[in-house]
């Protein structure tokens, strides 16, 4: 069973920061994207950003300049630092990843259940 677990959400102001954590448990043995995906009230969820197992890294473009995505592999983590955030920011953030669980098992993904964030003045 893999688990994945978000932390750092809440209540900020226009303009201040966050980071995010994404924590994954479980039986896994290889971990391969890991990626950030948000969804506002009425809204589609959309891609957030990206790192590869390579270190590979993409930003949405609404977010570029603004956030950071970052991953610590021994510790199965990725984050999300949010900087000078903004109003169309509020949603549930999830976190994605794609993940082999043994030498012959398929990669699978696999989402956290989200963190709200909440920007509002």
């Known amino acids: 069973q893999v688990q994945l677990v978000e932390s750092g959400g809440g209540l900020v102001q226009p303009g201040g920061s966050l980071r995010l954590s994404c924590v994954a448990s479980?039986?896994?043995?290889?971990?391969?994207?890991m990626a950030w995906y948000r969804q506002a009230p009425g809204n589609q969820r959309e891609w957030v950003a990206s790192?590869?197992?390579?270190?590979?890294?993409s930003y949405s473009d609404s977010v570029k300049g603004r956030f950071t995505i970052s991953r610590d592999n021994a510790k199965s983590t990725v984050y999300l630092q949010m900087n000078s955030l903004k109003l169309e920011d509020t949603a549930v953030y999830y976190c994605?990843?794609?993940?082999?669980?043994?030498?012959?098992?398929?990669?699978?993904?696999?989402w956290g259940q989200g963190t709200q964030v909440t920007v509002s003045s």
């Open positions: 994605n990843m794609r993940i082999q669980r043994s030498r012959f098992g398929l990669e699978n993904g696999y």
């Open positions: 479980g039986s896994i043995l290889n971990i391969n994207t």
């Open positions: 790192i590869t197992n390579s270190g590979s890294i």
